[in-house]
């Protein structure tokens, strides 16, 4: 069938996954894959080859409309449910909104319903009637972390994930986050309180949005765009509509293109914008919660994060928007105007993904990926980096010496032509010590050790040991040979 949905090997693993989790007489499962790697190609692919009807549940008319699209752009014939109007009977794709199926029956020939962004809080009465009809669920999110607002624990049977962040940029569906991460500057924080969100608890708004509309705010921001970004396709996040607009009109007073978008503009004022910034009349689009989910514009390349959260699910649905491929960028840029990297850490410093409730973490126990500031332009980048991507700037390698006997004979380590081969080391730690040195002399991304130590579980906890890794990330990474 032409326009068939195409599936990478992750992706069809997911779906087996899925499959045997329904076999095994679960009804409601989890799909937990990156932004950017393909969920709706997933759940489409699904929809196709299900027996019975489907119904596409999302949050907004927008997304809506977007995965409409989408699903006929496979070839299938998806029915738009609005406030009026079913469709023939026994349509076998159709697609709704959260906020239509609140006010109105279902139709009652629909067997399985697939929610995206199922990690947002207002689906629970969607899921409460699905557990009353019996129907099978398919949840999609990046995401997916239990909280007291969305209840997936409650819900949800299982969950099945695809690849790490990590090796997904490593594969190169990704692109590299590096970071701009000011220690000074920032508001001041204390006595904020919290509020209920569709992330879970965030920081209010209001007390919030009081502490960062200050002039001196706004300038210390704008100051650091140019300094780490100037020129890149940029999307702003900001913490309220006024505090948007505010941060756009600021940009335009220091001769910065940007426009501002939010909830209450119109379909064709955001496409008519949309298609304006990504020509480059705008530099800088700011928004107030618009694009946090469903939004894949390729081309940007910095994402300012102009706000503090509480969330580790909205930091990184936030970061995200810049993660996706896109010709010449090798990475991307976010400054982080929040705190936010140093308590959430960056897209590979992942949760482990579970429909248990996440612990509490103790004070100080970020569990952020080591980084090193450069000292010439302060971007935060991975350890392993020996040049700059932001600035150029190069560290300077260090000799490895080994000492011997009572002359005191000194041994320089020869620099390594091509990466280590296994077979040629009898001793794991030595083989996994070249493979890191390598790495270091071509200046290689530390993911691209994981990959060469792929499918030896000893050289990998070695490897964790050698890089301070906790027990957890051990396991994954064993969990994924």
Request: proline share 5%; net charge positive.
């Amino acid at each position: 069938m032409a326009g068939v949905p195409q599936l990478r090997a992750y992706q069809s693993d997911a779906v087996d996954g899925i499959r045997g989790a329904y076999k095994e007489g679960k009804k409601r499962v989890v799909l937990r894959s990156e932004v950017g790697t393909g969920k709706t190609v997933m759940f489409s692919y699904m929809a196709w080859q299900a027996k019975v009807p489907v119904m596409v549940i999302c949050n907004r008319k927008k997304l809506v409309d977007q995965a409409y699209e989408e699903l006929k752009g496979f070839g299938l014939k998806p029915y738009k449910l609005m406030q009026t109007g079913l469709p023939p009977k026994d349509w076998k794709l159709i697609v709704a909104s959260v906020d239509t199926l609140r006010h109105r029956e279902w139709p009652d020939w629909v067997k399985m319903i697939v929610i995206d962004e199922c990690h947002l809080a207002n689906f629970t009465k969607v899921l409460d009637i699905a557990v009353e009809k019996g129907i099978w669920v398919l949840g999609a999110s990046a995401t997916p972390i239990p909280n007291k607002s969305n209840r997936l624990h409650e819900y949800y049977q299982k969950m099945i994930c695809t690849l790490s962040t990590q090796q997904h940029i490593l594969d190169g569906d990704l692109v590299l986050d590096c970071y701009y991460a000011p220690k000074a500057g920032l508001p001041d924080l204390t006595g904020i309180g919290m509020h209920k969100t569709a992330y879970g608890n965030d920081y209010n708004e209001k007390m919030l949005f009081a502490a960062y509309n200050k002039p001196k705010v706004y300038d210390d921001m704008i100051e650091n765009w140019p300094k780490m970004c100037r020129g890149m396709r940029t999307v702003c996040f900001c913490i309220s509509v006024e505090h948007s607009k505010n941060t756009a009109e600021n940009f335009r007073r220091h001769g910065i293109s940007a426009i501002h978008l939010d909830a209450s503009s119109s379909d064709s004022e955001r496409d008519d914008v949309q298609k304006r910034f990504e020509a480059g009349e705008y530099q800088v689009l700011c928004n107030c919660a618009i694009f946090t989910f469903g939004w894949n514009v390729k081309s940007i390349q910095c994402v300012i994060v102009n706000r503090a959260t509480a969330s580790y699910e909205l930091w990184r649905q936030m970061i995200g928007r810049g993660s996706r491929p896109w010709p010449g960028k090798d990475v991307f840029w976010v400054i982080d105007q929040g705190g936010n990297y140093r308590k959430h850490g960056g897209l590979i410093d992942e949760v482990e993904w579970s429909l248990d409730q996440p612990k509490k973490k103790k004070k100080g126990d970020l569990g952020v990926s080591p980084r090193k500031e450069c000292p010439k332009c302060e971007a935060l980048v991975p350890t392993t980096t020996m040049i700059c991507p932001k600035c150029g700037h190069k560290w300077p390698e260090k000799e490895e010496k080994l000492i011997k006997g009572a002359e005191f004979e000194v041994v320089v380590a020869k620099p390594l032509t091509t990466w280590p081969l296994r077979h040629e080391y009898g001793d794991v730690a030595e083989f996994v010590r070249d493979c890191i040195r390598y790495a270091k002399q071509k200046s290689y991304h530390s993911n691209s050790i994981l990959h060469q130590i792929k499918g030896d579980s000893r050289a990998i906890e070695l490897y964790g040991q050698i890089k301070g890794y906790k027990q957890g990330w051990q396991k994954h990474q064993k969990a994924l040979t």
